[in-house]
């Protein structure tokens, strides 16, 4: 099996088997990150373009790290301070970095969609780093990669998503691929944060707290998009706390050996108190870490698109 794709832009219209290839390569990349020396000469003479029309902290920091450690020529792009602002479109952007011969786009957008677009009009290729509330790739892979590190396996496990699902395309890029991979998938949050029509992501949808976590092997929390909801959608934090938000008590209706995600940033004391981000079976650190790996990952084999082989890379 190989990535044999231009782009990498989400999970849906990823096969089981390509999803996998990307974590097994992944999972090779672990390796040179705990290496004093974390560098290889993979990209070399490559030149990746993060282009981020929206905040970012992890992603863009990961993304950027990644290419470095692969000795890729990285250069950050940002909206606020790019001919955008003076009324050039999005394509023409696109076009004119294209001409400086660049290799790869790591793309972040607030309107879903925005990458695809740009992946159409574009012959470099492009990874999704986030558009809108489409799809989240790489934090998707990242997150599969921290459970079957942790778990073994994927197939067959129980893991709760809670939160905001509607505005969360972490969510979304989750259950796409965690269902590839055999996965029973379960969503938890307010009424006016859960998709009306679920049928689609072939998930549960559960009705209480204690539904959501019974006999759950991964427990993602999500925090609250207040940057893209239009409207307030619940009375108040405290309230959402209250009901929504994850606690040692409620940690104990889960499996034992239950693991707690959270793709960041956390808002401590809201979707999950402290006492359970800073516990042993918080792995959150842990998918930071793997973040890289992923990352390094999708350069590789989109930035490499002519072959070698990935023992090429170490």
Known sequence: MSYNRKDLLGMSDLSAEEITYLLDTAQTFCEINERDVK????????????????????????????????????????????????????????????????????????????????????????????????EHPTQALLDLLTIRQRKGKIKGLEIAIIGDITHSRVARSDIWAMNKLGANVRVYGPLTMLPKYIAPFNCRKCTSMEEALEGADVI???????????KLLLPSTREYAKFFGLTNEKLEIADKDAIVMHPGPINRGVELMTNVADCNRAVVLDQVSNGVAVRMAALYLLGNRKGGKIENAS
Do not use: C, W
Request: glycine share 6%; hydrophobic share 35%; no cysteine.
């Open 39 to 134: 560098k290889v000469p993979t990209l070399k003479g490559r030149t990746v373009i993060n282009v981020f029309f929206e905040p970012s902290t992890r992603t863009r920091t990961s993304f950027e790290i990644a290419g470095k450690r692969l000795s890729a020529d990285t250069i950050n792009f940002t909206a606020s301070s790019s001919s955008t602002t003076k009324g050039e479109t999005l394509i023409d952007t696109v076009k004119n970095m294209e001409a400086m011969h660049s290799d790869v786009f790591v793309v972040r957008h607030s309107y879903s969609g925005a990458v695809k677009l740009i992946a159409e009009n574009t012959d470099t290729a492009v990874v999704n780093a986030g558009d809108g509330l489409n």
């Open 220 to 230: 993602i929390m999500l925090r609250i998009q207040h940057e893209r909801q239009g």
